[in-house]
């Protein structure tokens, strides 16, 4: 992968237009960050995990350039996602007084899970794609806590009671005890999955880990807050961080069902990075990235004269090796035939910033500035590097929309985490 640079053009963009789109992703009335503002049918609407992000970020662009300005729109999107989960308290408690959960029915119900999916002004959104996804809660959580490091200010008013039932939520109602230990019952992670429970079932090492880094961020904000006592599940999501995706010194994702073949999962990036689960200079950090690198997906295309189109650097969530061979195939991931996707590249860019391997870092983040449209948003996926045209088809079929899916506020958040990381190292 030759090495690109960012030019004057990119850096304005950066500070400009990469900002200015996620601002205008904030909902104006309600204060939350919409995941892909004016796009239907499935844009249009809120998910906490994006808004949290889409917080982080910008916060750590407010407190990397001196805007403190912004500190106050990021506040207002926390507590407008903090106050849904507190509207939830009463199906928390309901969920945490079951004496079992994985064998319970009711612990199925939407009605009693905190959605992560909902309109723009808070109603739910009851369909297949409102899944209940445990790191929405634990992504607030983090996102509230550095928010405060970097803010200085918060009203605890704002956000009491939501934080409370989001602890309760995460530390107590999904766990369960199977075979007298403590254990995850369901980290749904997409929809299909969403009524499976554990055993035997989907885990996600990107969702542990966020738990567990929820974790971390509640014991940070117990010195503001009345927070329950969280170093026992601290040790727990740990222990299964490290004896259900651990292959050697690097940080494995187990997908769907056990017989599934383990490979890495691009969102472990979530952990190294943003989350901080292992230490940069951690052998786990260090092979993690390395085997991910080593992955990086390049395809020649042929055009209609001919001639040779090389498609490189983007990087697919989900790695998966194909048996009997020693180059990684890719799963086919979700609704658009194995794309590249923007977050994952960028946040390996990020990761590379961290390590102190620049150029790497410097192309990857040009690779996705160079997907951005006339308009200049970045889009949710690279084009290009589908490997399965009917996923494109049915793409198409499920949507009504006979374009590629749509700009992606997360897109351009980890886009800014990435610039602002190799801001602060000198690095550009």
């Known amino acids: ?49 994006d808004s949290a992000e889409c917080v982080a970020a910008l ?74 996804q445990y790191d929405s809660v634990a992504r607030l959580i983090v996102a509230l806590s550095r928010h405060l ?25 999904i766990w369960d005890q199977v075979d007298g230990r403590k254990w995850l019952t369901v980290c749904a992670n997409e929809w299909e999955e969403k009524n499976e429970p554990h055993l035997g079932g989907p885990l996600f090492s990107s969702v542990v880990g966020t738990i567990y880094a929820a974790s971390l961020a509640a014991g940070d904000l117990q010195q503001f807050f009345p927070l329950p006592e969280v170093r026992e599940f601290t040790k727990l999501t740990m222990d299964m961080l490290l004896g259900l995706f651990r292959e050697g010194e690097s940080l494995k994702m187990l997908k769907r069902y056990y017989e599934t073949p383990t490979g890495i999962c691009s969102t472990s990036l979530w952990l190294l990075t943003d989350y901080e689960v292992f230490p940069n200079d951690s052998p786990m950090f260090r092979n993690t990235i390395s085997e991910i690198v080593r992955s990086l997906y390049t395809e020649t295309a042929t055009e209609a004269t001919g001639g040779e189109v090389h498609l490189t650097g983007g990087l697919r969530r989900y790695l998966i090796p194909e048996a009997g061979h020693d180059q990684r195939g890719f799963h086919h991931d979700s609704y658009w035939g194995g794309q590249a996707w923007m977050i994952t590249t960028a946040q390996l860019s990020r990761a590379m910033a961290i390590q102190r391997r620049y150029d790497i870092a410097e192309t990857l983040l040009k690779n ?47 886009v800014l985490k990435a610039y602002v990381t190799l801001r602060e190292m000198d690095a550009i």
């Not at 507190?86 to 969920?95: H, I, N, R």
């Not at 959104?125 to 209940?132: D, L, Q, T």
């Open 368 to 414: 996705c500035l160079e997907t951005r449209s006339a308009e200049g948003r970045l889009p949710e996926q690279f084009e290009g590097t589908f490997l399965d045209h009917r996923q494109h088809e049915l793409w198409k079929t499920n949507t009504g929309e006979n374009t590629a899916p749509p700009w992606l506020a997360w897109s351009h958040a980890e």
């Open 1 to 49: 992968m030759f090495a690109k640079r960012l030019d004057a053009q990119d850096k304005l963009y950066l500070v400009s237009g990469c900002v200015d789109n996620l601002l205008l992703a904030q909902d104006e009335a309600e204060g939350w960050f919409v995941a892909a503002p004016g796009y239907r049918p499935y844009g249009d609407f809120v998910w906490h995990r």
């Open 59 to 132: 916060d750590m662009y407010a407190s990397s350039s001196g805007k403190k300005d912004i500190f106050e729109r990021t506040e207002k999107a926390l507590a407008r996602s903090f106050r849904a989960i507190a509207e939830k308290e009463e199906g928390v408690k309901k969920l945490s007084e079951m004496k079992a959960k994985v064998s319970n029915p009711d612990f199925y119900d939407d009605r009693f899970h905190p959605h992560c999916r909902l309109k723009r002004d808070g109603q739910e959104v009851a369909e297949p794609w409102n899944n209940v």
């Open 149 to 173: 490091a970097l803010s200085g200010r918060v009203d605890p008013g704002a956000f009491e009671k939501g934080l409370k039932v989001a602890t309760s939520y995460l530390f107590d109602s």
